[in-house]
């Protein structure tokens, strides 16, 4: 291992962090205390700290370095890019040739009649601009009181104010007067968690009813839009019973609701197919787009809309943009990631390589005393951390200390798998080899195997009663 030598010492650099970065998502004091670890470069599947640690990324980043790390492609693109023209806007009748691209060729990619694209800056954004946007929708044919929108607990759909009332952590809602008005919440389709004696089948159809029940109760004429994810990331990867989705779809159909699917962590390439929706056969009136997109390499985001939501909207004047709407270095960046992902046949390699072989070997992590269902989709899998598999149980401890201990023996075995409560998450950069996931394979076991020793000596194996 070669130390780092061209920044500051690893302290200093915490201390410099410590005093002057406030981090998302995390208590300061905790970190201040502990330090941040400090990523200072990156390589395909591979981060590197300031200690000269090789990490493997089993998280992609946050789920969005689809293509790895280190395309010089992307860079060059980049450059070109702000030396042709660095930055204007897309209001006021302007336009730019990398903006007029992208959008092409998203409408090329995604499916059916979704041939427009709103852009954004981010997930978060985006999603406040589908709020904004299915409200608009129904005032625009003539039916305002339509600006209900339904989500799910313990779905994930961005932080804003907006986006995150959207979104069903509560721990969110508490902080900032969330949610804001008109948005409802059902419950998620985690069989696993909550589905008691019912089979999958089943408890995937009555979670899906609860959609249907919610409308008549609010009241059809009230109900603008259902928002989800076709497969819950940030929740913990819960991958809805195969009954769920056709059951949604067919109450949004019935009821004529629009359809939002996030697709910010399933879209290009994550579930095997370009979108999440393809893979779990939604037909989405609106997608979020985000992540994947760039593959983190430049923050960017949108909605893909039909035409026919185009068109409503497009009828009168949409009072919503964001400066770096469209923005012309980050389309260039994610026009370059998208060559990458089609022309290298990216997506072809989950489907045929590396999802085929890392699922095979997830599964074998059920054999571990402490796990139970090891399960994925494409290259987004879970497990679930349990005292007691048999009856699905949940730990006494606070939800969350085990998997803290699993995440941190994660790291110390240089591997990035996030925890989620007492779930353990994967969802590593598309291009990933089969050796290297024969790597992250081996490092999860030691990792889990150090966990359970851990958890036995602290006395946390007990079953919640
Ligand atoms: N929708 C979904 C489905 C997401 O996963 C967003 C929207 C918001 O995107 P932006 O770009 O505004 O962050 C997300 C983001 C985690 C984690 O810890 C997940 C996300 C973001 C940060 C952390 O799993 N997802």
């Not at 493997?56 to 023209?85: F, K, P, S, T």
């Not at 946007?133 to 607990?153: C, E, F, L, N, Q």
Request: glycine share 10%; aromatic share 8%.
């Amino acid at each position: 291992m070669t130390a780092i030598t061209n920044h500051l010492p690893t302290a200093e650099l915490q201390a410099l962090d410590a005093a002057h970065h406030m981090h998302p998502f995390t208590a300061g004091g905790e970190l201040a205390a502990k330090g941040a670890r400090v990523i200072t470069r990156a390589r395909g599947v591979t981060l590197t700290d300031s200690e000269g640690n090789e990490i493997l990324d089993g998280m992609a980043g946050l789920w969005c370095v689809n293509i790895g790390y280190g395309r010089e492609e992307l860079a060059e693109a980049a450059a070109r890019q702000i030396r042709e023209l660095p930055y204007y806007n897309t209001f006021f009748q302007t336009t730019h040739v990398p903006a007029i691209a992208l959008a092409n060729k998203l409408a090329e990619l995604a499916p059916g009649d979704l041939n427009h694209v709103f852009f954004a800056g981010s997930g978060s954004e985006a999603n406040d601009t589908n709020i904004r946007m299915v409200r608009t929708y129904w005032a625009a044919k003539g039916k305002p009181s339509k600006s209900i929108i339904i989500s799910r607990k313990n779905a994930y759909h961005g932080s804003s104010v907006g986006s995150g009332s959207l979104g069903g952590m509560t721990f969110m809602h508490e902080q900032g007067g969330l949610p804001i008005p008109d948005i409802h919440h059902i419950n998620q389709p985690y069989w696993w968690a909550e589905g008691g004696d019912s089979t999958p089948e089943d408890f995937g159809l009555a979670r899906a009813r609860e959609l249907e029940t919610a409308i008549k109760e609010l009241g059809e004429d009230r109900v603008a839009a259902f928002i989800a994810e076709p497969i819950q990331g940030a929740g913990g990867v819960i991958i809805p019973p195969d009954s769920y989705w056709p059951e949604i779809q067919r109450i949004c159909d019935k009821y004529e609701i629009l359809l939002i699917a996030d697709e910010v962590i399933c879209g290009f390439g994550r579930t095997g197919n370009w979108f999440g929706s393809q893979t779990l056969g939604i037909r989405p009136d609106i997608m979020a787009i985000a992540k994947g997109l760039s593959s983190g390499y430049a923050p960017i985001g949108g909605s893909i809309v039909s035409d026919e939501v185009a068109q409503v909207i497009g009828g009168g004047e949409f009072n919503h943009g964001y400066t770096y709407s469209g923005h012309p270095v980050a389309s260039a960046i994610a026009l370059e990631n998208l060559r990458i992902l089609e022309e290298e046949n990216v997506i072809g390699h989950v489907r045929d390589v590396a999802a085929t072989y890392l699922q095979q070997k997830w599964a074998t992590l059920e054999d571990h005393p402490l796990v139970g269902d090891a399960r994925m989709v494409g290259l987004m899998g879970s497990i679930a951390l349990t005292p007691d598999k048999q009856n699905r149980a949940k730990f006494a401890a606070d939800e969350g200390s085990v998997g803290l201990i699993c995440r941190e023996r994660c790291f110390a075995n240089n591997l990035v798998m996030r925890h989620v409560g007492d779930r353990m998450v994967v969802s590593p950069p598309l291009v990933i080899t089969p050796d290297e996931i024969d790597t992250l394979i081996a490092r999860a076991k030691r990792a889990l195997d150090e966990c359970y020793a851990e958890v036995r000596e602290q006395g946390l194996l007990k079953a919640a009663s």
